[in-house]
């Protein structure tokens, strides 16, 4: 609990550690590709464009409005993408931990699609669904499920059965228990399976727009290959990490808002 | 020995009326008879200690009298009435607490009048009635996680007498605590009986516990799980633990449990 309360009084402080790392790393680049250039050529430059060329191709495809447009269709997609998986995913993971039965039929199909690489069902959903927006999402919601689902299932299964008593000796109703103890105790595992849901729809998107898209980060990288820009390849690169680290932020402090007992319980 | 024993039916406290009837309740789990045919009445608001080595059933009959367990023959009847599946009026304590841990302590007390359909300032206003009553007012808004263990405990106890329920079934509720707080809480386990009279079936392996709380200690034996003996201490409250009936008692019912765990063999 100290230790919480120390890191929000101090966000600068906190700061400072990671910094550090980014700015050696950016560093390290920088005198890397300087290196290449002048005192000793290993590469041609222009496999190797230095921080400045990525950030000034950043720079103009922000002025052009190119930048926004694909980190707005990209994320449009993994949004809604992440939102069906989430409903079915939550929905089903919750049904199949209540219920044995279907639990039983549901699982061994799971279990054999799950190690399947989503990433070899693309080509396939671009057949079904088309090049439009509808094999990205769907894509996007098909490799997000698994995580998800599988976390809500072994959520609701590992609820404490003496909280299920304790709960039903003060007079709760099923659906009573279910509502007030069987959801708050597998909360934990439904965010991990969603946070781990999300990270995965964001790094198959990039995937799925490399093979059929003609906006978003994933094309930017590709349509810069075409034209042989490294430096815009590397700024797309670059923005996913940025906003991939983002969300990782936020949805790192929704949990520890969600799941304010849990701190507790560390402390 | 100035010890009132007597095997089977008692009449010393049967000037009240039976609360909870045992009516030749046996418990066969594959082929392991738990708990062979036992027969027992508690009277009402009488504070009844089940006492006895581990295996010999007495958390097997408590959890069938809060109807977390069906006996393999036989009736229990609360009320005269048959006990089917837990309910409201049959408050339990577990050895292992069972706190809601993503509830305050608030929260976990206001659980029964919640499920009851009180409105939130009525829930509010009995949690803190009833924490204040075990002595943990000032302490509402703390998670189980940042509780010691006799304040869960309490958090516990509170919970379950905020339902008001006419029986009260305590499985090893201080089994898990040091000797100190163990102490203390039995004292307050008295203070609260005392105010608010209940049936009380309390389970323990701890002798002195027994002899410090109960109207009636039911002696149980091992091999298969049954009824013992039946000892009404009769000594006036408070009971000191130097007393020389105290210790007598005590004397004796370590005979009787000694055989008990003798014929377990090596533990």
């Given at each position: 609990m100290s230790t919480q309360e120390g890191r929000a009084r101090r966000p600068l402080a906190a700061?400072?550690?990671?910094?550090?790392?980014?700015?050696?790393?950016?560093?390290?680049?920088?005198?890397?590709?300087?290196?290449n250039r002048t005192v000793l050529p290993v590469v041609?430059?222009?496999?190797?464009?230095?921080?400045?060329?990525?950030?000034?191709?950043?720079?103009?495809?922000?002025?052009?409005?190119?930048?926004?447009?694909?980190?707005?269709?990209?994320?449009?997609?993994?949004?809604?993408?992440?939102?069906?998986?989430?409903?079915?995913?939550?929905?089903?993971?919750?049904?199949?931990g209540t219920w044995r039965p279907l639990e039983r039929l549901v699982e061994p199909m799971i279990e054999i699609l799950r190690p399947i690489p989503p990433l070899a069902f693309l080509p396939m959903m671009v057949l079904w669904f088309g090049i439009g927006e509808m094999s990205k999402i769907a894509f996007i919601t098909y490799a997000a499920f698994f995580p998800i689902f599988t976390t809500t299932v072994e959520?609701?299964?590992?609820?404490?059965?003496?909280?299920?008593?304790?709960?039903?000796?003060?007079?709760?109703s099923r659906t009573a228990i279910f509502r007030y103890v069987m959801l708050p105790a597998a909360m934990p595992a439904i965010i991990t399976g969603l946070r781990l849901g999300f990270?995965?729809?964001?790094?198959?998107?990039?995937?799925?727009?490399?093979?059929?898209?003609?906006?978003?980060?994933?094309?930017?990288?590709?349509?810069?290959?075409?034209?042989?820009?490294?430096?815009?390849?590397?700024?797309?690169?670059?923005?996913?990490?940025?906003?991939?680290?983002?969300f990782h932020v936020l949805l790192r402090a929704l949990e520890a808002r969600l799941l304010r007992w849990r701190s507790a319980v560390r402390a | 020995m100035e010890i009132v024993s007597i095997a089977g039916p008692?009449?010393?406290?049967?000037?009240?009326?039976?609360?909870?009837?045992?009516?030749?309740?046996?418990?066969?789990?594959?082929?392991?008879?738990?708990?062979?045919k036992v027969d027992l009445d508690l009277a009402?608001?009488?504070?009844?200690?089940?006492?006895?080595?581990?295996?010999?059933?007495?958390?097997t009959l408590l959890n069938m009298i809060a109807g977390f367990a069906k006996p393999s023959y036989g009736q229990i009847l609360v009320d005269g009435r048959p006990v089917d599946g837990p309910g409201p009026e049959r408050g339990v304590v577990f050895q292992e607490y069972a706190l809601f841990p993503w509830r305050t302590a608030l929260g976990n007390v206001a659980f029964g009048p919640m499920q009851k359909g009180a409105n939130k300032s009525e829930q509010r206003e009995i949690a803190m009635r009833y924490l204040a009553k075990v002595g943990l007012a000032g302490h509402e808004n703390k998670y189980p996680g940042n509780l010691?263990?006799?304040?869960?405990?309490?958090?516990?106890?509170?919970?379950?007498?905020?339902?008001?329920?006419?029986?009260?079934?305590?499985?090893?509720?201080?089994?898990?605590?040091?000797?100190?707080?163990?102490?203390?809480?039995?004292?307050?386990?008295?203070?609260?009986?005392?105010?608010?009279?209940?049936?009380?079936?309390?389970?323990?392996?701890?002798?002195?516990?027994?002899?410090?709380?109960?109207?009636?200690?039911?002696?149980?034996?091992?091999?298969?799980?049954?009824?013992?003996?039946?000892?009404?201490p009769g000594l006036p409250h408070p009971?000191?633990?130097?007393?020389?009936?105290?210790?007598?008692?005590?004397?004796?019912?370590?005979?009787?449990?000694?055989?008990?765990?003798?014929?377990l063999g090596v533990t």
């Open positions: 700061m400072v550690g990671p910094s550090v790392s980014v700015l050696i790393f950016l560093a390290v680049w920088l005198a890397v590709s300087v290196g041609n430059p222009v496999l190797l464009p230095t921080p400045i060329e990525v950030l000034q191709s950043g720079i103009d495809a922000a002025r052009s409005g190119d930048l926004q447009r694909d980190i707005l269709a990209s994320m449009s997609r993994v949004f809604q993408g992440f939102l069906l998986a989430a409903i079915a995913a939550v929905a089903m993971g919750v049904a199949a959520g609701i299964k590992h609820v404490d059965p003496l909280l299920i008593r304790a709960a039903s000796s003060l007079g709760a990270a995965l729809s964001f790094f198959v998107i990039v995937a799925a727009e490399f093979l059929a898209a003609d906006s978003g980060l994933g094309y930017l990288i590709n349509d810069a290959r075409t034209y042989f820009m490294v430096s815009q390849m590397l700024m797309g690169a670059a923005v996913i990490g940025i906003i991939g680290f983002i | 008692v009449t010393a406290i049967s000037s009240r009326p039976i609360k909870i009837s045992v009516q030749g309740v046996g418990m066969v789990y594959r082929d392991n008879v738990v708990l062979a009402e608001n009488s504070f009844t200690c089940l006492l006895g080595p581990s295996g010999c059933g007495k958390s010691s263990g006799g304040m869960k405990q309490r958090v516990a106890i509170a919970r379950a007498l905020a339902n008001d329920p006419s029986v009260l079934l305590m499985d090893e509720p201080f089994g898990a605590l040091d000797a100190q707080t163990r102490e203390v809480l039995q004292e307050e386990m008295l203070r609260i009986w005392e105010q608010d009279r209940k049936t009380v079936l309390f389970v323990t392996h701890s002798i002195s516990e027994a002899i410090f709380l109960a109207d009636r200690i039911v002696v149980m034996g091992t091999r298969p799980g049954m009824v013992k003996e039946v000892v009404d009971r000191e633990r130097t007393d020389p009936a105290f210790i007598a008692l005590e004397r004796h019912l370590k005979h009787l449990i000694r055989t008990e765990v003798q014929k």
